[in-house]
Nanobody, 124 residues
Framework: QVQLVESGGGLVQAGGSLRLSCAAS????????MGWFRQAPGKERVFVAA????????FVADSVKGRFTISRDNAENTVYLQMNSLNPEDTAVYYC?????????????????WGQGTQVTVSS
């Protein structure tokens, strides 16, 4: 009943920027915690950032702190991930996720809805 569609991925040179978007459809989007995760080949899916339902609280992983910013526009049912100062270690498939529990979590197991992912490749 909740659909998430990511966009904005692509190929970028190290030091460059990308902005990912996650368009959501369905019920109760505004009350969901929204998160971004990423998964590199052969690796587990790991937490990148999350934002509370109100947008008042944002959480980012240490690996991207100071470089990535998460935001949401509930009126447009869209979540964004602004990625600056990208490096090759950021190369991964990035997934948008929704947690209906209305509480912050950095665990993949706490999110019920997932997008299909968008590829981000950073060249050195």
């Amino acid at each position: 009943q909740v659909q998430l569609v990511e966009s904005g991925g692509g190929l970028v040179q190290a030091g460059g920027s990308l902005r990912l978007s996650c368009a959501a459809s369905g019920r109760t989007f505004s009350s969901y915690v929204m998160g971004w995760f990423r998964q590199a080949p052969g690796k587990e899916r790991v937490f990148v950032a999350a934002i509370s339902w109100s947008g008042d609280s944002e959480f980012v992983a240490d690996s991207v702190k100071g470089r990535f910013t998460i935001s949401r526009d509930n009126a447009e049912n869209t979540v964004y991930l602004q990625m600056n100062s990208l490096n090759p270690e950021d190369t991964a498939v990035y997934y948008c996720a929704a947690d209906p529990d209305q509480a912050y979590s950095d665990s993949v197991y706490e999110y019920d809805y997932w997008g299909q992912g968008t590829q981000v490749t950073v060249s050195s």
